[in-house]
């Protein structure tokens, strides 16, 4: 299997969980390719990806602007293509299982299917600081 994940991440946490996933696609014998997100990303042909991943910090309980942005300009699919998120927080709250609605609608329009969604809390990145550690 070939996996695509588009990861944005503000401070650095989702980009963690985003390497240990990478990590665990290679150990388990397939192929993995993380592409950061930035203003700049241009859009990626996916038809050679089994699985495409979108992972992103939760922000006011929905995904980072330049990730649903970016959903935007991938082309619409022949075929309906799997995805899945991984959505990282700083809180435990519920309410952040539908920060990928919107994106979620934006793929279905290109056809590209959100099959799961995994949360990961690491530490909170606003109002106040956590220590390095
Ligand atoms: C603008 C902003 C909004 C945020 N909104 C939420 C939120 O709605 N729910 C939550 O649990 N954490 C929220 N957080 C905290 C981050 O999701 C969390 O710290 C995450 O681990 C940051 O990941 P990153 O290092 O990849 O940017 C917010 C952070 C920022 C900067």
Not at 10 to 37: C, F, M, P, Y
Not at 109 to 131: D, L, T
Request: one cysteine or more; hydrophobic letters at 40%; a neutral charge.
């Amino acid at each position: 299997m070939k996996v695509i994940i588009f990861c944005f991440s503000g401070t650095g946490n989702t980009e963690r969980i985003t390497q240990e996933w990478v990590s665990e696609i290679l150990a388990n014998g397939h192929e993995a390719d993380l592409i950061k997100l930035d203003k700049d990303t241009q859009p990626i042909d996916l038809s050679a990806y089994d699985r495409v991943g979108f992972a992103y910090p939760v922000h006011a309980f929905n995904a980072p602007e330049p990730v649903w942005r970016y959903a935007k300009t991938l082309a619409e699919q022949p075929e309906s293509k799997p995805a899945f998120f991984l959505m990282v927080s700083g809180e435990p709250l519920n309410m952040n299982h539908r920060s990928g609605d919107k994106l979620a609608r934006i793929l279905k329009r290109k056809n590209i299917h959100v099959e799961s969604a995994y949360h990961y809390v690491m530490p909170y990145n606003m109002i106040f600081r956590h220590s390095e550690a």
